[in-house]
Structure formats: C-alpha cells, structure tokens
C-alpha cells in the first residue's frame, strides 16, 4: 500500500506544455480519480505516474520512494489499458501469468496467484481461451486481472470502461468499486465521464487544461465547487451558469444554480421562462427553458410533474443553493 | 437481371481462364514435354505425348547430381528466408518502433536499395565476394540475395509492425517486458501473415536465381538446380526433354513452399490476428 506523490510535475511535448506544473498527492488506499474534458492532460498524467512518460521536470514518488526515473515494472504499479491491450496470442491464463513469468515468480505461486485472480473476477472458466473469443466486459476482466496478480501498490486504470456499452459499464462500475474495497489498495482512475468520477471516488481531482482546478470527495466537489469550470463540468445536467445580473448582483461575474436547485411554479417566480424542450427521464423531468434577460435555464424537476414544451413557467432559484463566482471564475465565499 | 448476371459471370470466367492459361499452358507443356522424345518435342510441342516415356524422369530421379543440385538450392534459399527474416525484421522493428536521430534518412538509404538492379551489381560483388573468400561456398549465395532482399523486407514489415497497436507494447513493457524480448514474444508471433509472404518472395526469387550462382559458384559440388540444369545443353544439341523433365521436378518445392506458405497468408488476412 503506498500513497502517490507528484511534486513540480510538468511536461512538454516538443513546443506543447501539457502540464505546467503540477503537485498532488494520493492518499494510501484511497480511488482517486482524474476527470476532465479530452485533452486536459489527465492521461498524460497517468502516464506519467506508470512510467510511460518521464516528465519534463519534477518528481513522482511511491510509497515514499523516488521513483521520477525507475522502470515501470520497478515501481510497484499496473495499469488497465482502455482497449484492454491484451495479448492476443496469449490465453488468458498466459496473459495474466506474463508479467509474473517476466518477474520470475516460481511456478507454483504464479499458478496459485491466477487462480485467485481468476476467481475474484470469475474467469475461471476462460482460463484457456484467447482474447478474440471474449466479449468485451471478459476481456476488461481479464486485463485488470493481469493487473491484480502482480499485486502492485497502485492500481492505475486509463478510461477503462469507455470501450464498453452501457449496461456493463454499469456493473464494471459496481466490480470495480468491490474491487477496492476487497484490495484496498492505492487506485488512480481516469475518466471524462463525471458520472464514474462521482460513484467511484474517494476523492477527485478536476483538470482543466493541465491544471488542477479542485480536488476533494465527490460531494464537496459537487456542493462546494471552487471555480465556475468545475461547477460546469461535475453534475448532470450541467449546473446553470448565468450571469450576475439574474439576481440582481453586479459584484458577481457568474451565478450558478444547479436544476434541481430550482422551484417552480406556475403563477409566481423570481424569472418568467418559456419551457422549450421538455425531457422525461422517468424518475425525472428535465426542463429547458428559456428566460429573458438571463438566458437558458435548465430545470429537473420529480418524474411526476408533467409539462409540455412552450407553457409558461414561473422558476425561483433557491438562495441558499446559489454559487458565485468572480471575474477570475473563482468561488466567492459571499452567502449574504 | 438474372441474365445478365449469368452473362457477366460467364465473361468473368472466360477471361480467368485466359489469364490462367497464360500460366498453365508453359507449365503443362514442361511436364509433358518430359514424357516426349525429343523428336516429337519438335513436331509436337503442346500435345499429349504418343508413348508415355517415364525413363527422361526416371533417368534425372536416379542421378545423384540430381539431388546435390536440389539440396544445394535448398540449403541456400533457406539460408536466404532465415537470414532475411531475422535481420530485416529486427531492423524494420528498430525502424517502426523507436525514435532516434536520423531515423528517417536512414529508413530512405535502405529502401533505396529497391531501385538497384542485381545485374548491375553482378562484377563488383563477384570481387567482394572473392576478396572474401566465398567462392564455391553457399555463403557466396546466401549474403548477397539477403543483402538485396532486405529493402523489400524491411518496408512490408515496418508498415506491418507500425500497425501493431501501440498500448501492446506499453502493456507489456508495465509488466517488464523490454524492447528485445517484445521483438521475440510479440512481434514475430503477431507477424505470421507479413513473415510467410516476404518468406515465399525471398524464397522462390533464390530457387530460381540464375545470375548470382553463376558467377560466384564454378564447382559442380555447390551448383544450384539452374546451373545443373545447363548439363543437358550441349555445343550443338539441347536435350529439351531431359530439360523438361528436370524443371519440372525442380518447381516442385518451390511450389509446395508457396502453398504451405499461402495457407497462413490467407489465414492471417482473415483471422484479424492482431485484434485483441
């Protein structure tokens, strides 16, 4: 078990700085993950931590150890691939055991340890069989199992569930968070889907063009966010942005109030709005709409309230839900 | 539309057929011309023979020359496919694999290699091969046809292995697994269908090399089959069905190389052996 420590990490691709400069630190035993939109340099980061890339300047510690310039294999990490990158010529008993033969594991423990692995994530019928005829959620196993015999002090995981439909993407979802638990080992996961980012985490860290804009637990990041991009980008649908004149508030750049943050009614309401499109979700009706002066306001409501596209409706934000955001997009701490 | 569907398919087959020809008839006409006396080779050169005469074939299967020549060739184009195989595919491997200084630049001096005809090249490496000392040996053969095998090698097999993904290599390398090992236990494994094809290529361009053999082997101990081939040519007469009749024998492990090879060829553009 080991806790991950970046320090100063910055990286550069020729003329392209991916990460400025970076530090952050991953508890012992804790699931972080990395979430932001394509090209926020969050695999890169990943990568960086594997030992895939080396990084322009800085240093990567595990365990308490430097690791900025060890081979990947020495630094007690593995990593699950988004396209499983399993070895298609290999069994699956042979992909998992190879990083244990590489490593000169003796025979019998090997076979002792892809057993185990083998059950954990009910495989143990597939043993014999090649990549080509598993399914893709068999093949996700199978390369987290190559992961787990090797029982690394940090699992990393590089979007791995993107590649599935969403049902099992679903119950990968589930595996995985009983996975943790049952290891209880160090996991860095990246993802751009907050949805994964919100059930799996302990903690989340929120990047943005190479940068960390917040790390905290789900919920802190959900009810506290400390800048108007993460605001956006963690919650669906997305949190109302809007700006500082919708409630009459010229010191504040941004105002957001999340759709389920939102009342209505149908006589009285701080905005009048048009509802535009109207989705029913089941447990759920979401509402677009439009109100005039301030803009499109997105509204989710209880499954058991019907509307239809272009009634008129009444919303109230509420006001102890607001969040407030400076010029800089940072959060102001102003609940007055 | 039916009709017209037949019609099509009929042309199609007509014109296969004549594409075919163009290959089978020379052939047909080698294997019989070995049962014809050489009279009748002269009035009668694309029938079926009169008599069947076995003895021309009999005759060539029961000299022991016969059988240096075909383990001659059959040592030196292997020699050839090993030796082109393991180096092209380590330098391609180098080339498609990892980026260093004047990669590229060196990736064009090899493939200029392609355009350089072996003609050419014939006196200058005759002397090279002297000065060595490779006269009358299979190594005078060997080199020099891998040495101009390789431009073709080396290009089919970096475009093959560029197309290995990537995340393979990465994967690996996470569980230790070095450039070197990767190159035995992943690359040459995954590149059946790429070996099998530049393997047939090298292989039936040196079972049919006449040039290079003849200029650097003048023992009758080291002959290839084509150079046995030209005991049956006298000053003022050729004995067309001993010819025959040894070509015909001596195609036959090139083609039987050729169908053991097509059979992974077809196998590896079918089986999608890369996709994971």
């Known amino acids: 078990m080991a806790e991950v420590t970046l320090h100063n990490i910055s990286k550069s691709f020729g003329g392209l700085t991916v990460l400025p400069d970076l530090n952050l630190t991953v508890p012992d035993g804790s699931f972080t993950v990395l979430v932001g939109p394509s090209g926020c340099g969050k695999s890169t980061l990943l990568r960086i931590i594997s030992g895939l890339e080396m990084p322009s300047g800085g240093s990567v510690r595990i365990g308490g150890t430097d690791v900025t310039f060890e081979e990947p294999s020495k630094r007690g990490i593995s990593m699950v691939f988004q396209s499983y990158a399993l070895y298609p010529h290999m069994t699956v008993a042979q992909n998992i055991d190879f990083g244990l033969r590489l490593a000169k594991v003796p025979a019998a423990e090997r076979k002792a340890r892809v057993t185990e692995a083998a059950r954990i994530l009910a495989l143990e019928d597939y043993l014999d069989r090649k990549p080509s005829q598993l399914s893709g959620g068999q093949r996700q196993r199978v390369a987290i199992g190559r992961s787990i015999v090797r029982q690394p002090q940090v699992f990393l995981f590089d979007e791995p569930l993107s590649n599935l439909d969403a049902a099992l993407r679903t119950q990968m979802r589930v595996e995985l968070a009983q996975l943790h638990q049952s290891l209880d080992a160090t996991m860095i996961y990246v993802t751009h889907d907050q949805v994964e980012a919100m059930t799996l985490a302990d903690q989340i860290v929120v990047m943005k063009a190479g940068r960390i804009e917040q790390v905290g637990a789900p919920m802190d990041v959900y009810d506290r966010p400390q800048t108007a991009f993460v605001a956006g980008f963690i919650g669906s649908p997305r949190m109302n942005l809007l700006p500082g004149t919708a409630i009459g508030r010229a010191d504040v750049a941004q105002v957001g109030i999340r759709p389920e943050h939102i009342g209505v009614s149908s006589s009285v309401g701080t905005w009048a709005a048009r509802a535009q499109v109207v989705e029913t979700l089941g447990a759920d009706t979401v509402v677009y709409a439009k109100v005039d002066q301030v803009g499109d306001v997105t509204v989710r409501l209880p499954g058991n309230q019907r509307l239809k596209a272009g009634e008129t409706l009444f919303l109230t934000p509420e006001p102890q839900n607001l969040h407030l955001f400076d010029d800089a997009g940072l959060r102001m701490e102003d609940p007055s | ?276």
């Open chain 2, 1 to 276: 539309m039916t009709r017209g569907h037949l019609a099509r398919n009929l042309l199609r087959l007509a014109f296969l057929c004549i594409v075919a020809s163009f290959v089978l008839a020379p052939m047909l006409a080698t294997v019989l011309g070995g049962f014809k006396t050489n009279a009748e080779i002269r009035t009668n050169a694309l029938g079926l023979p009169a008599i069947w005469n076995t003895q021309f074939y009999g005759s060539i299967l029961s000299d022991p020359a016969f059988w240096r020549y075909l383990g001659n060739s059959l040592v030196i184009s292997i020699g050839s496919v090993v030796l082109t195989l393991i180096t092209g595919a380590a330098a391609a491997y180098v080339f498609a694999q990892i980026r260093f200084f004047g990669s590229r630049m060196l990736f064009s001096y090899v493939l200029l290699g392609l355009m350089f005809p072996f003609a050419t090249a014939i006196l200058p490496l005759f002397i090279k091969v002297r000065d060595m000392g490779l006269l009358d040996t299979w190594w005078a053969v060997i080199l020099p046809q891998t040495a101009f095998s390789l431009s073709l090698a080396i290009l089919l097999f970096r475009t093959f292995f560029a197309q290995l993904p990537r995340e393979l290599f990465e994967a690996a390398y996470i569980d230790g697994c070095g450039y070197v090992r990767f190159f035995w236990r992943f690359t040459l494994p995954l590149s059946a269908p790429i070996l099998a094809t530049v393997g047939t290529f090298v292989f039936v361009q040196s079972w049919n090399n006449f040039l290079l053999p003849l200029v650097v082997l003048n023992s009758r101990e080291v002959f290839t089959w084509p150079l046995g081939m030209m005991q049956f040519r006298g000053e003022y007469v050729t004995q067309w069905n001993l010819t025959l009749a040894f070509v015909t024998l001596t195609i036959l492990p090139a083609i039987v190389f050729f169908l053991a090879a097509q059979k992974y060829i077809v196998a590896g553009l079918t089986g999608g052996a890369v996709k994971g």
